[in-house]
């Protein structure tokens, strides 16, 4: 497993060995050990997710509030995405700035993002796959959304889409980061990083 520090604090790419044969494939997405020895701390498990999307679905930006957060580890199995980290936490050096990773079904890299950090992606194919390791549960009064489509933002979707892009209505209404920021939505990146050593001493 090779792993890759990602710009923005409580980021990591990982990107598995795979191994095809006569008979088809096979790859570890997530490995622990590659997992704990990146990040301080084993992933938890609270849930698993499974989305399907047809061509030009952008789902996201969405964040939960930390503590408790949710982080995910995710990948694609089938299809191809473009991956996209925001970091949202207030008094992050990289607040608003994100960072975009392709994910496929070719070289089945991962991404990990730590609580408190904004996920979305962009499929790039029909029937694209998302598999997502939680670290909590579904928590509906502790999740927020920004709008993928903030201009602030910038994301970078318009070099990717073959035509108008597919949202949620709870997506295409959610508020912008400024919006976001002004209603007190946002996570605390001092917080965060508290938040992260207490997993990390826990281990």
Not at 78 to 95: K, Y
Not at 130 to 154: A, F, K, Q, R, V
Not at 173 to 195: I, N, R, Y
């Given at each position: 497993?090779?792993?890759?520090?990602?710009?923005?604090?409580?980021?990591?790419?990982?990107?598995?060995?795979?191994?095809?044969?006569?008979?088809?494939?096979?790859?570890?997405?997530?490995?622990?050990?590659?997992?704990?020895?990146?990040?301080?701390?084993?992933?938890?498990?609270?849930?698993?997710?499974?989305?399907?999307?047809?061509?030009?679905?952008?789902?996201?930006?969405?964040?939960?509030?930390?503590?408790?957060?949710?982080?995910?580890?995710v990948y694609?199995?089938?299809?191809?995405?473009?991956?996209?980290?925001?970091?949202?936490?207030?008094?992050?050096?990289?607040?608003?700035?994100?960072?975009?990773?392709?994910?496929?079904?070719?070289?089945?890299?991962?991404?990990?993002l730590a609580?408190?950090?904004?996920?979305?992606?962009?499929?790039?194919?029909?029937?694209?796959?998302?598999?997502?390791?939680?670290?909590?549960?579904?928590?509906?009064?502790?999740?927020?959304?920004?709008?993928?489509?903030?201009?602030?933002?910038?994301?970078?979707?318009?070099?990717?889409?073959?035509?108008?892009?597919?949202?949620?209505?709870?997506?295409?209404?959610?508020?912008?980061?400024?919006?976001?920021?002004?209603?007190?939505?946002?996570?605390?990146f001092a917080?965060?990083?508290?938040?992260?050593?207490?997993?990390?001493?826990?281990?």
């Amino acid at each position: 497993m090779q792993v890759r520090r990602l710009e923005i604090t409580g980021a990591f790419e990982f990107t598995p060995k795979a191994f095809p044969d006569h008979r088809g494939l096979f790859v570890a997405p997530f490995q622990g050990d590659a997992f704990t020895e990146a990040t301080g701390h084993p992933m938890r498990l609270g849930q698993t997710n499974h989305s399907v999307s047809a061509r030009d679905v952008i789902r996201g930006v969405h964040f939960a509030d930390t503590p408790p957060g949710q982080a995910k580890y995710v990948y694609c199995p089938q299809g191809s995405l473009l991956d996209v980290i925001v970091d949202v936490r207030v008094g992050s050096p990289t607040f608003g700035r994100w960072e975009a990773i392709r994910l496929d079904s070719t070289e089945y890299r991962a991404v990990y993002l730590a609580e408190g950090l904004g996920h979305a992606f962009l499929a790039l194919t029909d029937n694209t796959v998302m598999t997502y390791l939680c670290s909590t549960g579904y928590n509906p009064s502790g999740e927020h959304g920004i709008n993928p489509l903030d201009p602030e933002l910038d994301l970078p979707w318009a070099a990717e889409l073959t035509g108008e892009p597919i949202l949620s209505a709870k997506d295409r209404d959610a508020p912008t980061l400024a919006e976001a920021k002004a209603d007190g939505l946002l996570p605390d990146f001092a917080t965060c990083l508290a938040h992260y050593e207490s997993l990390r001493s826990a281990t």
